[in-house]
Every structure is written in C-alpha cells, then in structure tokens.
C-alpha cells in the first residue's frame, strides 16, 4: 500500500491546486512550449484541467494494472522496488507540468527555457539510474524484439541504456545554457539520439550474438 501513497497523493494535489487556480485562468491558455520556452499551442482551461489530470490517472492506473496481465507478470517481482521509483519519478514530473501550466495561465513569469530541460534531464538520469534493475517484460523498459527475445541482449542494453540516459540527461540539463536561437534543435538531437540510441545497440547486439 505505501508503494500507492506518493502517485495518489501527487494526483490529489494536483486536483485541488487546479480547484483553486481554475477560476484565475483564462479562457484559453498556454498548454505547451517548444525548447527554446515560447509557446506552441493553447487549450481551453477545462480541457487543459481534465487532460493534465488525465494523463497522472491514467499513467498511475496503467502501472498498477499492467504487471498483473503481462505475461512475464513473475518478473516484476524481482525489480518492484525500481518500478515504483519508475513511477513515482514519472507521476512528479506530471506534477511539475502541471504546477508550471497552472502558474503560467495564472500570469506568472514562469521560466519555461529553463525550467523544462532541468526537469527532463533530472528524469532521464534518475530513470538511467534504475534501468539495469528492470526485468524483462512486456511494458516498461527497452522493448524490441530483440531484447524480449533474447534475455541477455535485455540485460546487456539496459545497462547500456543506464549510461546513455544518465549522460543524455546531463546534457539536456546542460542546454539551459544554450543560446535561444541553437537551443531548440539541440535539445530535440539530444533527445532523439538517448532514446533511440538504445534500440539500435539492441538490434546490433542480438545480431553479434546470434552470429
């Protein structure tokens, strides 16, 4: 039950602190930003309420429900602790979306260029961090069918994984340094080469094995 302690409690904090901004908002409000912190796209304060709680009920749900129809459902027992960390890291970063949504719409000068890759770096770092401890299964982790097919390439690429998020990360948070005019591109490089990264060694690995 404790696991359940942290996510709900961030989804109840996030209801009420919406309850209490929501009649300070404006109509339509800034729901997204691009790298570089200028915004991209407005949304209705409604929708932008249901959506931003939405998505931290839907993600905790799915991760309390997901293991028990996996069909490797045995080896979440072995990384437990790390899939709750997973998620608890994953439900705060929803939180401070939603806390810099709600502050935003209410007028606030809010940092956007540099808040945003300081907390995407922080949570690809933490989330490297905890990589290698995840077991093979069908909905979290680097699942390709090459690592679901082969338990060592799985072992081997999320250790690789660990070190390419941890450093990704670092260099995310890095960008916050980066002038406005380069910073945009470089943040989507930065994130596209850490994701994909390690689904390609997973291919390249599974194929040095078999051979």
């Known amino acids: 039950m404790k696991n359940h302690v942290l996510p709900l ?11 209490i901004a929501y009649p300070n908002l404006p109509e339509q409000m800034p729901v997204h930003w691009n790298a570089s912190g200028e915004v991209d796209d407005y949304a209705a304060k409604l929708y932008a309420m249901l959506s931003n709680v939405g998505i931290m009920a839907l993600l905790y749900v799915s991760m309390v429900y997901l293991p028990k129809i996996d069909p490797r459902k045995k080896n979440y027992k072995y990384f437990g602790k ?26 606030y000068d809010v940092p956007i260029a540099s808040i945003g ?34 338990d060592e390439v799985w072992k081997r690429t999320h250790r690789m994984t660990a070190r390419v998020f941890f450093f990704g990360g670092f260099l995310i948070m890095l960008t916050t340094f980066i002038p406005a005019d380069w910073k945009q591109w470089i943040f989507i490089s930065i994130i596209t080469v850490t994701l994909t990264a390690p689904y390609l060694y997973s291919y390249l690995l599974y194929r040095k094995i078999q051979s």
């Open 9 to 19: 409690t961030l989804i109840g904090l996030t209801v009420i602190a919406w309850i």
């Open 82 to 107: 790390s899939y709750s960390i997973i998620l608890n890291v994953m439900m705060s970063v929803f939180f401070v979306i939603s806390l810099l949504v709600i502050l935003n719409g209410a007028g």
């Open 117 to 150: 890759p300081l907390v995407a770096g922080i949570m690809f770092m933490v989330l490297g961090n905890y990589m290698p401890h995840v077991r093979s299964n069908f909905f979290l982790g680097i699942r390709t069918p090459w690592t679901l097919s082969n």
